[in-house]
């Protein structure tokens, strides 16, 4: 069910408060995209599942350092799914990103599913991405969505490691300087 | 390459998540004392944070909710919530909080509490009056002998089936949501 930001920022407020049901809310509005989030970045998903879990006890006892000033709720979440997933990768190098091959295909920027407040923000970050070249663009990309290392994609794109450092670092100077912040 | 360009790329690719295992514990030990990482961290999480939207969302295995509150009830809740919680357990008799052990209670009240703050009026959280009466019932009239004996793991076992009862009421078959409370109340433990 779509629920809208404000209404997930009372069902936070309500889950610091030990508010199971606040927390149900939570978990029913963003448990999709934040096991997206991990499946993409682990490829497993056995180790999904748990990683899964443990994010939502993590935001179960952390509700209360939500700050709806500095951040949305969904961008908190997903932060917090991300920071997991990576360290799971980083420590566990049994992955294969071929184990789900569906989520291997990065999303592109003309997807009009996209209906949330962030949209204009979103557009503009495509728009900024759209001005590196497309390797430039891929490697970024591949990085985010799938937590690839330097030396990963550098596997992956046939080039070498230092290469990729370089591209990695000026195209997201780039980025910076589009996006004007 | 200044100090502040080398900060700000370290940020971005510790953000992007393409940093190799030991430079992200670096990152990961050195963001805690050092406020212009730190800073340069966090906007970098702001500045990708669309990213996220975008990508296919994946529906999780729905036993994976259920796991999430057997080890929240395992664990108990934390000392935040605890403040929340001890109104109720004033008329309940301290001695029987003892028995029953601190996380357990702890947890039965946090769901007590936690469906009084959902059924506050004009929040966005309301709900169906019944439905949340027959909830709270459920927790406030439970048979405080037989939970005193209650593990951590059963009790996650009652709340999931409390809560798929409130379901089941809130979806409109109050008879399965009564039916299913019945259940609970003759459980044996």
Same mark, same amino acid.
């Given at each position: =069910? ?72 969904? $961008?908190?979440?997903? $932060? ?13 190098? =049994? ?52 937590? =690839? ?13 230092? $290469? ?18 | ?164 009862? &409130? ?21 044996? &433990?």
């Amino acid at each position: =069910m779509p629920v809208s930001r404000e209404d997930l920022v009372k069902a936070l407020a309500g889950t610091a408060r030990g508010d199971v049901a606040a927390f149900k809310i939570v978990y029913s509005a963003t448990s999709v995209k934040l096991y997206g989030i991990i499946l993409r970045i682990l490829g497993r998903r056995d180790l999904a599942d748990e990683i899964l879990q443990e994010v939502y006890v993590r935001v179960w006892q952390h509700a209360g350092d939500f700050d709806p000033a500095a951040s949305s709720p969904i $961008t908190w979440l997903a $932060t917090i799914a991300r920071n997991r997933a990576l360290d799971e990768a980083r420590r566990n190098t =049994m992955r294969s990103l071929d184990d789900v091959p569906e989520i291997l295909q990065l999303p592109s920027g003309d997807d009009p599913s996209a209906s949330h407040d962030d949209n204009e923000q979103l557009r503009r970050l495509y728009a900024c991405l759209d001005g590196l070249e497309p390797e430039k663009k891929e490697i970024v990309l591949l990085a985010y969505y799938h937590g =690839m290392t330097r030396e990963e994609i550098a596997n992956r794109v046939g080039r070498p490691v230092a $290469t990729v450092k370089t591209w990695l670092r000026r195209s997201l100077a780039q980025l910076k300087d589009c996006l004007g912040q | 390459m200044t100090e502040e360009e080398d900060i700000d790329g370290l940020a971005a690719e510790y953000v992007l998540g393409s940093l190799d295992p030991p430079e992200r514990r670096q990152v990961d030990a050195r963001r805690s004392t050092d406020a212009a990482l730190a800073a340069a961290i966090a906007a970098w999480e702001r500045r990708l944070a669309p990213l996220s939207d975008r990508g296919p969302d994946v529906v999780p295995p729905s036993h994976l909710f259920d796991g999430i509150l057997s080890r929240i009830s395992a664990q108990g809740v934390h000392s935040g919530q605890t403040a929340a919680v001890l109104p109720l357990r004033r008329n309940s008799a301290r001695r029987r909080a003892l028995a029953v052990g601190v996380s357990a209670l702890a947890a039965c009240l946090a769901l007590a509490v936690g469906w009084v703050n959902y059924m506050h009026p004009g929040g966005p959280l309301q709900t169906k009056m019944d439905c949340s009466r027959l909830y709270k019932d459920f927790w406030e009239k439970r048979d405080p002998q037989k939970f005193a004996k209650i593990s951590a793991e059963q009790l996650a076992g009652v709340s999931r089936m409390a809560l798929r009862a &409130y379901d089941a009421c809130e979806a409109g078959d109050e008879q399965d949501a009564k039916a299913l409370f019945e259940r609970l109340q003759r459980m044996k &433990y």
